[in-house]
């Protein structure tokens, strides 16, 4: 691991960028503000490297950000309607920051905390470990919660995001990461002629404040069917309905099964290839409909339980019980298409 300083938080805590390196020249860095992953190096089909991720030149543009650039987010990742929820009976109001709504973890979510970072060598490769903690009521949410997050990177091209968690009280915890990929490291300044393949039938609904109403969408017959690989600006026909409400894609899909990819994106000028691969139930995909540096500039892919599973009985529950262990992991594999991918 090699570590570098990259500025000062406004309470004079040093922020630095650590970096993993695998054997074939991959890397990953993160810094310790918000837990952010700042840069992914992988080749392209010539074996040249770039970054494939969205990133700042400067901390303060870190500071400044808006977007979830890279970061880390929770305690409850996605909306949450009206900003409360229930737990034994007892209400628990959150911080308003999407509206009436409570959005990734409110003002103050886990992408603006400082991560502890160390390096870690895992059964799988090399690995930065982020340690931090939620205090009792932060936000609203009850309990303190202590967190850690591996980012892993794998001989096989591959980063692993492994999640454990524990609290003290009952609460409810959902956490993602919220890195957007440019597989062309920057060479097109949009990924709307990129082409994205979602293996599954179902999103979720979505009402006028974004929130899932609870029910599951056939993706037939929608701008958001994307079981057939195609180009992202696809979907960003505003005749769909669902579309027009987050002017492109800004919706959960839901995963069918972990054991296969269920993202498969893929730039073909530069060959590069990422599949996902998730444990969760589902992934919110996030066009990038407003980013401040440029709309569609890059695309986010949030393994996740459902946003809103608060208020919806049958989604999958994010309630986490007083010392009980969560745990999540989500594969994100790296490749370029040539005649050794046989699935290409």
Same mark, same amino acid.
């Given at each position: 691991?090699?570590?570098?300083?990259?500025?000062?938080?406004?309470?004079?805590?040093?922020?630095?960028?650590?970096?993993?390196?695998?054997?074939?020249?991959?890397?990953?860095?993160?810094?310790?503000?918000?837990?952010?992953?700042?840069?992914?190096?992988?080749?392209?089909?010539?074996?040249?490297?770039?970054?494939?991720?969205?990133? *700042?030149?400067?901390?303060?543009?870190?500071?400044?950000?808006?977007?979830?650039?890279?970061?880390?987010?929770?305690?409850?990742?996605?909306?949450?309607?009206?900003?409360?929820?229930?737990?034994?009976?007892?209400?628990?109001?959150?911080?308003?920051?999407?509206?009436?709504?409570?959005? =990734?973890?409110?003002?103050?979510?886990?992408?603006?905390?400082?991560?502890?970072?160390?390096?870690?060598?895992?059964?799988?490769?090399?690995?930065?470990?982020?340690?931090?903690?939620?205090?009792?009521?932060?936000?609203? *949410?009850?309990?303190?919660?202590?967190?850690?997050?591996?980012?892993?990177?794998?001989?096989?091209?591959?980063?692993?995001?492994?999640?454990?968690?524990?609290?003290?009280?009952?609460?409810?915890?959902?956490?993602?990461? =919220?890195?957007?990929?440019?597989?062309?490291?920057?060479?097109?300044?949009?990924?709307?002629?990129?082409?994205?393949?979602?293996?599954?039938? *179902?999103?979720?609904?979505?009402?006028?404040?974004?929130?899932?109403?609870?029910?599951?969408?056939?993706?037939?017959?929608?701008?958001?069917?994307?079981?057939?690989?195609?180009?992202?600006?696809?979907?960003?026909?505003?005749?769909?309905?669902?579309?027009?409400?987050?002017?492109?894609?800004?919706?959960?899909?839901?995963?069918?099964?972990?054991?296969?990819?269920?993202?498969?994106?893929?730039?073909?000028?530069?060959?590069?290839?990422?599949?996902?691969?998730?444990?969760?139930?589902?992934?919110?995909?996030?066009?990038?409909?407003?980013?401040?540096?440029?709309?569609?500039?890059?695309?986010?892919?949030?393994?996740? =339980?459902?946003?809103?599973?608060? =208020?919806?009985?049958?989604?999958?529950?994010?309630?986490? *019980?007083?010392?009980?262990?969560?745990?999540?992991?989500?594969?994100?594999?790296?490749?370029?298409?040539?005649?050794?991918?046989?699935?290409?």
């Amino acid at each position: 691991m090699s570590a570098k300083i990259f500025g000062q938080l406004p309470n004079g805590k040093e922020v630095s960028i650590f970096t993993v390196t695998n054997k074939n020249g991959m890397s990953l860095s993160a810094m310790n503000y918000g837990g952010i992953i700042t840069s992914i190096m992988v080749p392209d089909a010539n074996g040249t490297f770039g970054n494939v991720v969205l990133s *700042y030149d400067s901390l303060e543009q870190y500071l400044a950000d808006t977007d979830y650039v890279g970061a880390l987010v929770g305690r409850c990742v996605g909306r949450i309607s009206g900003a409360q929820f229930l737990l034994d009976g007892k209400q628990f109001n959150l911080n308003k920051n999407d509206g009436s709504n409570s959005l =990734h973890g409110g003002k103050r979510g886990f992408n603006t905390k400082w991560w502890h970072i160390q390096e870690k060598r895992v059964r799988e490769g090399n690995a930065l470990r982020l340690t931090a903690s939620s205090l009792d009521g932060e936000e609203g *949410y009850p309990g303190k919660l202590n967190m850690e997050v591996l980012y892993i990177l794998t001989d096989a091209n591959e980063l692993l995001i492994r999640y454990n968690a524990v609290c003290n009280k009952k609460t409810v915890v959902n956490l993602t990461n =919220h890195t957007y990929f440019n597989l062309s490291a920057g060479a097109d300044a949009t990924v709307e002629n990129h082409l994205l393949q979602v293996k599954t039938n *179902y999103f979720l609904r979505l009402n006028e404040q974004k929130c899932p109403v609870g029910d599951f969408m056939d993706v037939d017959g929608t701008a958001l069917d994307f079981r057939n690989s195609k180009e992202i600006s696809k979907g960003f026909d505003e005749s769909d309905a669902q579309v027009a409400l987050t002017k492109g894609i800004d919706h959960c899909f839901v995963v069918p099964t972990s054991k296969d990819s269920v993202v498969r994106y893929e730039d073909p000028k530069s060959g590069r290839i990422l599949e996902i691969t998730t444990g969760e139930p589902g992934v919110q995909i996030y066009s990038g409909n407003f980013l401040r540096t440029k709309p569609h500039a890059a695309i986010a892919f949030e393994p996740q =339980h459902f946003p809103d599973s608060v =208020h919806h009985k049958n989604f999958p529950s994010v309630i986490l *019980y007083a010392g009980q262990e969560y745990t999540s992991e989500s594969r994100y594999s790296f490749f370029v298409r040539d005649e050794k991918c046989p699935n290409n």
